[in-house]
C-alpha cells in the first residue's frame, strides 16, 4: 500500500525552462511533506518543505505547492540548471509525531543543455 | 559532506550471516534514524531512536535490531541474512526527535547478499 506516490518515474526538462514535480498521498494523516534530492552515491539532500497550514513555500528557485483536497503536491524548479539533474523524492509525515518519514518512489530529472 | 558518518559504505556477505552497519549522527544531533533502500522500492523507514531510547518504529524486521550507545552512535544489526535483505541502507540524523526537525542524510551503506 502506497501511501505517497510519484507517478512519473522520470522527466527530461531543457535548461532554463521550468521543472514541475508531481506526487500524491492518500493518508489524510499527513501533514507535512518535503523534498529532497539525490545525487547517484550520496544520501537524500532535504531542498524544500510544507506544512498543511500553508499551501505554497518558496525557497530561491524552488517552490512547493499543497492541493490538501486533491491531496496533492507539485514542487517546481525555476530556472532549470544542469545541477539539478538528480532524483527527487516525496515525504510525507504527521507533524507533531516523531519522524517516520514515508517516501514516494523518487522521479528522475534530467535537465538537458 | 552532511555530516552524517555511516560505516562501511559497501558489504558483501552470505545468506544466513549476520552484520552490523554503522552511523555516526552529526555533532550535536540526538535522534538517528534508518531506511532500507531497495532495489524496486523508495525508502522505507525502519527505526528511530533519540537520546538512546527508541523513539518510532517502522516495518522493521524481527531479524534487524538497532541502539543507540551513549556517545549518540548508532548500529544496526542484520541477521539470519537472506537475498532480499539486498538494498541500501541509510541513516539520518536530526537535532530534534519530531518531524519537522530537519534529518541529514549519510551516503548509505549497500549491502550485498549473496
Known amino acids: 500500500d502506497q501511501q505517497v506516490k510519484q507517478n512519473s518515474p522520470s522527466l527530461s526538462v531543457q535548461e532554463g525552462r521550468i521543472s514541475i514535480l508531481n506526487c500524491d498521498y492518500t493518508n489524510s494523516m499527513f501533514d507535512y511533506f518535503l523534498w529532497y534530492k539525490k545525487y547517484p552515491a550520496e544520501g537524500p539532500t532535504f531542498l524544500i518543505s510544507?506544512?498543511?497550514?500553508?499551501d505554497k513555500n518558496e525557497d530561491g528557485r524552488f517552490t512547493v505547492f499543497l492541493n490538501k483536497s486533491a491531496k496533492h503536491l507539485s514542487l517546481h524548479i525555476v530556472p532549470s540548471q544542469p545541477g539539478d539533474s538528480a532524483v527527487y523524492f516525496c515525504a510525507a509525515s504527521a507533524l507533531g509525531g516523531a519522524q517516520k518519514l514515508v517516501f514516494g518512489q523518487g522521479t528522475r530529472l534530467t535537465i538537458n543543455p | 559532506d552532511s555530516g552524517v558518518t555511516q560505516t562501511p559504505k559497501h558489504l558483501i556477505t552470505a545468506t544466513g550471516q549476520r552484520v552490523t552497519l554503522r552511523c555516526s549522527p552529526r555533532?550535536?544531533?540526538?535522534?538517528v534514524y534508518w531506511y532500507q533502500q531497495s532495489l524496486d522500492q523508495g525508502l522505507q523507514f525502519l527505526i528511530q531512536y533519540y537520546n538512546g531510547e527508541e523513539r518510532a518504529k517502522g516495518n522493521i524486521l524481527e531479524r534487524f535490531s538497532a541502539q543507540q550507545f551513549p556517545d549518540l552512535h548508532s548500529e544496526l544489526n542484520l541477521s539470519s541474512l537472506e537475498l532480499g535483505d539486498s538494498a541500501l541502507y541509510f541513516c539520518?540524523?536530526?537535532?530534534?526527535?519530531?518531524?519537522?526537525?530537519?534529518?541529514?542524510f549519510g551516503q548509505g551503506t549497500r549491502l550485498t547478499v549473496v
Open positions: 510544507i506544512s498543511s497550514i500553508k
Open positions: 539520518a540524523s536530526s537535532v530534534g526527535w519530531q518531524s519537522n526537525s530537519e534529518a541529514f
Open positions: 555533532s550535536g544531533d540526538l535522534s
